[in-house]
């Protein structure tokens, strides 16, 4: 069983930011749900380091545009490769391979009469680098997307893909495939935008404005527009057109903000069918992140969250929580350092960190440095046993990108569970008498138990951290395909050397 996970490919006109890492780390995320499963992973993010912003920003920088590529290109794989993302394949789309390949993909197209030049006079944003209709405009005639960009007026010759024989088949394809767009209201919002005729798309630049893209295989004083160019990252990226490809596109999940669902949801799916290939299995979409009290993230207010200054503060892991366990599924989510840091403390910190390392210490102090035998079980010990797996169990399945934040939950509510155990059970007190010491260990035991259970499922979301719990409880490797399952930890084993897991943050 094959599985192909890919996030968007990144503007490298800036540095990474949160949306960026949030894509990825859910990414990251569903593929270790996937490998947990058993499946085989492949796991692809990257940079698009074509188009006009890409060649402006290195002519601000005064900076040779290959040696510009370059420095923003490590700078977005440093951020991936220490946020923990596991990807298979960086995607650079100055390629040689990628390139031919696109350029395969226009002639095959062109050859079917699907591209025609012509000549057009339109408003163009350089920000989105697209025309835009007059109706894509707000009031006073600018980007909603990129309002102090100044949209242009330009006028001249390129080459359009033909969209609407390919409306209909579209249509037809969503509503033949459920699964296709997820969650239910992008499927809609797709839907409306398939609702009437479709424009031709510019799939062309002039050489004369725009130098960095692929040259068009039909004629040369053209490059490629730069979302033909990245989006056909997807099928490059596995290999194709060469064989082989197949099995990993057959499995495709992409993963998209919601700002980029026309390109993935319209321009994609039909270059695909232009040239005769199959769509890809699913769309996976997800909302924005927006600063504290809803408010848009800017420089100028101050609220933007810079990922890297948020993992020195709380961890990679304390941001993985954070953005796995609050995005919802169909409206944007708060989020800003104070937010995260608050739910760092209390739930990685107060209730699951707490108690590992207060139980395991107190194991460790009075039973010779090992996880306590159990004797027999009580309802109320069975009762949290059910809890915890109960709990955990989607982790053990398939998990779609928009019900990540609802597994969490779950997590955080058999913690809850486990903390108010402990508390009622008071292992402290057992202790101190011969006659409940055996049922001390016991307590001891059903609660090592449940957070080896707890802590295997939190290697999909907080690898890192999950990793050393496990390494304090000296648990035995889990195996794959993982199912949670209690009693795995060995009574009377050693336990681990101990730590603090997740440190206070002010
Ligand atoms: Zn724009």
């Known amino acids: ?14 540095k990474p930011h949160i949306g960026h890492a949030y894509t990825s780390i859910v990414a990251d995320i569903m593929k270790r749900n996937r490998e947990a499963l058993g499946y085989e992973m492949m796991l692809s993010t990257g940079v698009d380091e074509h188009g006009q912003k ?6 601000d920088l005064e900076m040779d545009v290959n040696a510009y590529l370059d420095m923003r290109c490590k700078e977005f794989k440093d951020v991936f490769d220490q946020f923990g993302v596991s990807y298979d394949y960086f995607v650079r789309t100055s390629r040689d391979g990628h390139k031919t390949a696109v350029a395969g993909m226009e002639q095959t197209i062109f050859d079917k009469d699907l591209i025609v030049k012509k000549q057009y006079t339109g408003t163009y944003c350089k920000g989105c680098e697209e025309f835009k209709k007059e109706s894509d405009l707000t009031e006073d005639g600018q980007c909603p997307l990129h309002p102090t960009m100044k949209v242009e007026t330009t006028d001249e010759t390129n080459y359009f893909l033909k969209l609407e024989p390919f409306r209909e088949k579209l249509l037809q394809h969503i509503d033949d495939n459920p699964d296709f767009v997820q969650p239910e209201a992008f499927k809609n919002e797709l839907k409306k935008m398939l609702a009437e005729p479709l424009e031709d798309l510019c799939i062309s630049r002039p050489k004369s404005r725009v130098t960095l893209g692929v040259e068009l295989p039909f004629d040369q004083d053209f490059v490629t527009y730069v979302w033909f160019d990245a989006l056909a990252n997807y099928l490059t990226n596995i290999g194709w057109p060469e064989n082989g490809y197949e099995d990993w596109w057959a499995g495709c999940e992409h993963l998209i903000g919601k700002d980029i669902l026309k390109p993935h949801g319209v ?3 039909i270059m695909l069918m232009a040239a005769g290939l199959p769509l890809p299995k699913k769309l996976s979409v997800h909302s924005h992140w927006v600063g504290a009290g809803g408010v848009k993230m800017s420089k100028s207010i101050g609220n933007t969250v810079d990922p890297e200054e948020v993992a020195e503060k709380v961890g990679i892991d304390g941001l993985r929580w954070y953005l796995a366990r609050h995005m919802r599924a169909d409206s944007d989510s708060q989020i800003s350092v104070d937010l995260i840091i608050q739910t760092f403390n209390s739930e990685l910190g107060n209730k699951i960190g707490n108690l590992l390392s207060r139980v395991a210490k107190f194991s460790n102090k009075n039973f010779d440095g090992k996880v306590p035998a159990p004797g027999a079980l009580t309802a109320e010990d069975e009762a949290l046993r059910k809890t915890v797996l109960d709990a955990v169990a989607g982790f053990g399945a398939w998990i779609d990108m928009a019900d990540i934040p609802a597994q969490v939950q779950k997590i955080v509510e058999a913690a809850t569970a486990m903390n108010e ?8 007190s057992l202790f101190k008498n011969e006659e409940t010491r055996e049922r001390c260990a016991t307590v001891l035991y059903v609660t090592l138990d449940c957070q080896r259970v707890l802590f295997e499922a939190l290697r999909q979301v907080i690898p ?3 990793g050393k719990a496990l390494a304090m409880l000296n648990a035995p490797s889990a195996e794959t395909p993982w199912k949670p399952e209690l009693d795995r930890l060995p009574g009377g ?12 943050v002010q």
């Open 1 to 14: 069983m094959k599985s192909y996970i890919t996030t968007p490919i990144y503007y490298v006109n800036g």
């Open 54 to 59: 890409n060649q402006e920003a290195a002519a």
């Open 267 to 269: 321009y994609w799916p």
């Open 421 to 428: 155990y402990i508390d009622q059970q008071a292992p402290w």
């Open 464 to 466: 890192a951290s999950s």
């Open 493 to 504: 084993n050693p336990l681990g050397e101990l730590g603090t897991l997740f440190p206070r």
